[in-house]
């Protein structure tokens, strides 16, 4: 697949149909092979719930065979810093690996950021996993300057 090729992808809001196919390229991957469970009814209930938050956005790239090949999820968070600023935070993308480096991935994200601005965000935000390099400077090709220290607190 060539960067014209990303002219047959469709990006579109996910459906209750796609969630085990976006669950299986969550757990084909370093960190997540260990964390999810392809299969477990517990993605239903939640894609659920996040398909009733106005706020909550999941998409996906489809092929032409209709196939998901890529997502990410796009949340609005309204808040009084910035003058009232939203921001928009990008978290769970993937696109397959036999896709990467072909464009398709850049072609998600651009999608991604024309939807933020779309819903008014003044600013998009993601995290990276310091286990994941190639990731980071995926997103560095993009524009993003990892200009805070992000942290994290586990709760079990």
């Not at 286990?131 to 709760?155: Q, W």
Request: charged share 30%; hydrophobic share 40%; aromatic share 6%.
């Amino acid at each position: 697949m060539s960067e014209n090729d990303t002219d047959d992808l469709i990006f579109r809001q996910a459906r209750a149909d796609d969630v085990a196919a976006i669950v299986e390229m969550l757990a084909d991957d370093q960190l997540g092979a260990s964390r999810e469970r392809p299969g477990d009814p517990v993605y239903d209930t939640v894609f659920a719930e996040m398909d009733n938050d106005p706020n909550n956005e999941l998409w996906v790239i489809e092929g032409t065979d209709g196939r998901v090949l890529g997502c990410l999820q796009l949340t609005i968070i309204p808040g009084l810093s910035r003058l009232g600023a939203r921001r928009a935070m990008i978290e769970s993308v993937r696109v397959h690996d036999d896709l990467r480096g072909q464009g398709v991935g850049r072609w998600l994200f651009e999608k991604a950021i024309a939807r933020s601005r779309e819903r008014d965000a003044q600013l998009v935000q993601l995290t990276s996993d310091k286990a994941r390099p190639d990731a980071i400077r995926f997103y560095e090709s993009l524009g993003f300057v990892a200009s805070h220290e992000g942290m994290k607190l586990k709760l079990d």
